[in-house]
């Protein structure tokens, strides 16, 4: 309930000004442009900096929205930094990619009235403001007492266990197999939504701090979790949860299916879509099919759009309605060109003599009565099938968890799921042995592994303030 009566009629929310479509969808320049300071200031003004303040109950990492929105009404953005940066490590990646719809915003007391203020965009501004600013001071946290960490994975779930254990002077060390640092954020999530340099000068901050990022290190082969426990005092695992899913259905191996997983990090990380410069090889399609309309879906499709795709459709079992992808991302999507094939669901590849695929048999469906998940379920509906060309089919379904470094850890214990089971601290069955993120919980969100990497944190600085052990 509003607790301000309106007067006045709410002023509407401050639009983000955006690359025009028909430009953007053949670039991998970012898509959102980001607030002016005119426009920071004109959506701060809308806040009614309520006594009991709903939006940060919305807000996984409580960062005090109602604080730093106030300082942003009188112009002090270091000070609006201050108060985000006092919960959250990563404000620049949470500005662009949280789904603040479904968190702070959907809280906010003006959501009522359809027009929830800007949190996102605004901490957005204040983060790439700050960005923009030298450095102060080295970063380093408080002087510590030689006690040291280990996090496996380097995503948002290690990375801000890692700020959080070196801010409170411990001495962190990252182990990551891939050869950057940043999980996701870097292999998955492409540029055209979180610039490669902002996750870099995020990684930079802790770099700063003292964290040492150690890369081509793989848990479980390479580095094992029991040798590392016996140099630190505590080991965090984030490895997230990056197995991809298959759709099971016949003529998944012809040349020209492959995982979302597999072709965002071709193109993001191994740079694809700069070959030959960069020596990264990616199947290029003309007609492109996606499976599944979730974040990673959408993320495929613009990606294949900008690779050169002449047509890019989602195919999708359900309706509009029950897509998981952020409905920004839908629109955008729909505005670069990519197409929605609803309540189709494949049930076959079909290739020609050299195994290349040519085309995809679908099935139409209809909604019957609501399954487990409480959304209608997708029933197919007889003799009805059609057919699609399709050189490129990219599955986007989701994922499950890596066995490599839980195989070769058979001591710590995994729930029903396959995932890693923790206490209320986010410690393991193995003492001092923490895990957060993806690895716990299965695929989720940025926030939610950031979340789990500060409550690891505080329980290893709790741990380690005294013995170091
Ligand atoms: C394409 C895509 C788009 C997404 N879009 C959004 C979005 O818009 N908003 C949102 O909130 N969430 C989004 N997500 C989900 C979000 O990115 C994840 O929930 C989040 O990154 C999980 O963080 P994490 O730290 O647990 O793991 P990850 O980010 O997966 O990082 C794990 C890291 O561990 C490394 N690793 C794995 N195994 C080992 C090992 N054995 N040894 C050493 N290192 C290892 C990996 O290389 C990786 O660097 C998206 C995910 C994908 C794939
Ligand atoms: S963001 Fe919304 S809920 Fe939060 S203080 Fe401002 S008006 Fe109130």
């Given at each position: 309930m509003a607790?301000?009566?309106q007067?006045?009629?709410?002023?509407?929310?401050?639009?983000?000004?955006?690359?025009?479509?028909e430009?953007?969808?053949?670039?991998?320049?970012?898509?959102?442009?980001?607030?002016?300071?005119?426009?920071?200031?004109?959506?701060?003004?809308?806040?009614?900096?309520?006594?009991?303040?709903?939006?940060?109950a919305?807000c996984?990492?409580?960062v005090p929205i109602?604080?730093?929105?106030g300082h942003?009404?009188?112009?002090?953005?270091?000070?609006?930094?201050?108060?985000?940066a006092?919960?959250?490590?990563l404000?620049?990646?949470?500005?662009?990619?949280?789904?603040?719809?479904?968190?702070?915003?959907?809280?906010?007391?003006l959501?009522?009235?359809?027009?929830?203020?800007?949190?996102?965009?605004?901490?957005?501004?204040?983060a790439?403001?700050?960005?923009k600013?030298?450095?102060?001071?080295?970063?380093?946290?408080?002087?510590?007492?030689?006690?040291?960490?280990?996090?496996?994975?380097?995503?948002?779930?290690?990375?801000?266990?890692?700020?959080?254990?070196?801010?409170?002077?411990?001495?962190?060390?990252?182990?990551?197999?891939?050869?950057?640092?940043?999980?996701?954020?870097?292999?998955?999530?492409?540029?055209?939504?979180?610039?490669?340099?902002?996750?870099?000068?995020e990684i930079?901050?802790?770099?700063r701090?003292?964290?040492?990022?150690?890369?081509?290190?793989?848990?479980?082969?390479?580095?094992?979790?029991?040798?590392?426990?016996?140099?630190?005092?505590?080991?965090?695992?984030?490895v997230?949860a990056?197995l991809?899913?298959?759709?099971?259905?016949?003529?998944?191996?012809?040349?020209?299916?492959?995982?979302?997983?597999?072709?965002?990090?071709?193109?993001n990380?191994?740079?694809?879509?700069?070959?030959?410069?960069?020596?990264t090889?990616?199947?290029?399609?003309r007609?492109?099919?996606v499976?599944?309309?979730?974040?990673?879906?959408?993320?495929s499709?613009?990606?294949?759009?900008?690779?050169?795709?002449?047509?890019?459709?989602i195919?999708?079992?359900?309706?509009?309605?029950e897509?998981?992808?952020?409905?920004?991302?839908?629109?955008?999507?729909e505005e670069?060109g990519?197409?929605?094939?609803?309540l189709?669901?494949?049930?076959?590849?079909c290739?020609?003599?050299?195994?290349?695929?040519?085309?995809?048999?679908?099935?139409?469906?209809?909604l019957?009565e609501p399954?487990?998940?409480?959304?209608r379920?997708?029933v197919?509906?007889?003799g009805?099938?059609?057919?699609?060309?399709?050189?490129?089919?990219?599955?986007?379904?989701g994922?499950?968890?890596?066995?490599?470094?839980?195989?070769?850890?058979?001591d710590?214990?995994?729930?029903?799921?396959g995932?890693?089971?923790?206490?209320?601290?986010?410690?393991?069955?193995?003492?001092?042995?923490?895990?957060?993120g993806?690895?716990?919980?299965g695929?989720?969100?940025?926030?939610?592994?950031?979340?789990?990497?500060?409550?690891a944190?505080?329980?290893?600085?709790?741990?380690?303030a005294?013995?170091?052990?």
């Amino acid at each position: 309930m509003a607790e301000h009566k309106q007067k006045k009629p709410i002023a509407p929310r401050t639009e983000m000004p955006c690359q025009p479509a028909e430009q953007r969808r053949k670039n991998f320049s970012e898509v959102a442009l980001g607030y002016t300071a005119e426009m920071a200031k004109k959506e701060a003004a809308r806040c009614l900096q309520c006594k009991k303040p709903l939006c940060i109950a919305g807000c996984p990492v409580e960062v005090p929205i109602k604080e730093f929105i106030g300082h942003l009404t009188k112009g002090d953005v270091a000070a609006a930094h201050r108060s985000i940066a006092s919960t959250n490590s990563l404000p620049a990646v949470c500005g662009r990619v949280c789904p603040q719809e479904r968190q702070c915003e959907s809280k906010c007391v003006l959501s009522a009235k359809g027009q929830p203020v800007c949190i996102g965009r605004l901490e957005r501004f204040v983060a790439d403001a700050m960005l923009k600013t030298p450095p102060a001071s080295s970063g380093k946290g408080a002087k510590g007492n030689g006690a040291k960490v280990a996090c496996i994975g380097s995503g948002p779930a290690s990375l801000t266990c890692a700020g959080f254990c070196a801010a409170q002077g411990l001495q962190v060390d990252v182990f990551e197999a891939l050869h950057e640092p940043g999980g996701v954020l870097i292999y998955g999530i492409p540029a055209f939504r979180l610039p490669k340099d902002i996750v870099a000068a995020e990684i930079d901050g802790l770099k700063r701090m003292g964290v040492t990022f150690r890369l081509n290190h793989v848990g479980g082969r390479t580095i094992q979790v029991a040798d590392l426990r016996k140099e630190y005092g505590a080991v965090f695992i984030g490895v997230g949860a990056g197995l991809p899913i298959f759709l099971g259905v016949p003529g998944e191996n012809l040349i020209g299916v492959c995982s979302a997983n597999e072709y965002l990090t071709r193109v993001n990380l191994g740079r694809a879509y700069d070959f030959p410069k960069f020596d990264t090889p990616v199947l290029q399609g003309r007609n492109v099919t996606v499976y599944g309309a979730g974040n990673v879906a959408m993320d495929s499709a613009r990606t294949a759009l900008r690779m050169g795709a002449e047509s890019v459709h989602i195919v999708y079992r359900r309706t509009r309605d029950e897509m998981p992808a952020r409905k920004e991302e839908i629109e955008h999507a729909e505005e670069e060109g990519v197409q929605f094939s609803l309540l189709s669901a494949p049930l076959e590849f079909c290739g020609d003599e050299n195994a290349r695929l040519t085309s995809v048999k679908l099935q139409k469906m209809e909604l019957g009565e609501p399954d487990a998940s409480g959304r209608r379920k997708p029933v197919p509906i007889e003799g009805q099938t059609w057919t699609l060309p399709t050189d490129l089919a990219i599955v986007a379904l989701g994922t499950r968890a890596n066995p490599i470094l839980l195989e070769a850890t058979p001591d710590m214990r995994r729930n029903a799921r396959g995932y890693i089971e923790t206490d209320e601290h986010g410690m393991t069955s193995i003492d001092g042995v923490y895990a957060g993120g993806d690895i716990v919980t299965g695929s989720a969100t940025v926030i939610l592994a950031m979340g789990a990497g500060r409550k690891a944190g505080q329980a290893i600085c709790a741990r380690l303030a005294n013995t170091g052990k």
